[in-house]
């Protein structure tokens, strides 16, 4: 699934950056895990679509696909919750080492 020139859990980080920087991404990926299974994985088929059309970041574009399981979708919002509670605007060694990081990167390894 993910390019061999790239290093995928530092795209996640990126990725929780991001999200972390723009509302509408945190606001989508909570969106996202309200919905019914079927519902979320035809919505980020779409949303993949999309961001295909518009040439986005493939490596955004797979962590996308990857939120299609509900495990991960869930372990993305709990890390990106872990880094608003503690009210930091970026990510450092205290976050990425929350149980929540672990099992993130645990399903991502998985993949």
Do not use: C, W
């Not at 949303?47 to 490596?59: G, L, P, Q």
């Not at 450092?92 to 080492?97: F, I, K, M, W």
């Amino acid at each position: 699934m993910f390019n061999k020139n790239v290093d995928p859990y530092e795209n996640v980080i990126d990725f929780i950056g991001a999200a972390i920087d723009a509302t509408v991404i945190r606001e989508m990926l909570i969106e996202l895990e309200k919905l019914p299974d079927n519902i979320r994985r035809n919505t980020i088929t779409k949303f993949v679509a999309d961001m295909y059309r518009d040439n986005e970041s493939i490596e955004f574009i797979q962590i996308m696909e990857m939120m299609k399981d509900r495990k991960v979708l869930h372990a993305m919002n709990s890390v990106i919750d872990d880094i608003q509670k503690t009210k930091s605007r970026s990510i450092n060694a205290e976050t990425l080492s929350s149980s929540n990081f672990t099992v993130l990167i645990g399903l991502i390894a998985a993949f």
